[in-house]
């Protein structure tokens, strides 16, 4: 539905801009849609990030899993990747998988550089990671700084304190 996808596009946009309202906005568009796939994903992702519990990001992404089927191949994989780094899967090795055949098929996209590092932050492997959020930051025009703020993190880990007061 043109309703759903507008609730849906806003709530992405506040999410990338670090606001939790994208939370709601997200619950609407499933409101009106309780098969809209990628508004699942959002909303487990969201939940995440603003301190959702975990039985709501399971929850959420249980469903997106669910539909995954119904969307394309990138977008079911990055589903999928969700689904094993944050929800019910929680399999950090198939989730890693997933994302780096993403990025080895071609589909560079900065979703999948950034989810992978931050899989890869957990295994404490922060140059690398450093390298994935650089990546997408140059590809990334959605205003979000979100890869921005991951690169300073991982350079702290590193002990490069002036690069990343820089």
Known sequence: SL????KYSEA???NAVGDSRAVDLAREAIAIDS????????LGG???NYGGTQSQIDSALTQAYRYRDKVPRLERDLITGRHFALGPGHDRAKAIAVYQAILDRGDTTAQALINLGERLRER???ARAESLNTIAT???TTGTGTSLGNITEM???QGKFREAAA
């Open 46 to 48: 969201t939940l995440s």
């Open 12 to 14: 992405a946009r506040r």
């Open 3 to 6: 309703d759903a996808l507008r």
């Open 138 to 140: 140059r590809l990334t």
């Open 155 to 157: 350079q702290l880990n």
């Open 35 to 42: 098969t809209f796939v990628t508004a699942w994903s959002l």
């Open 124 to 126: 404490r492997e922060f």
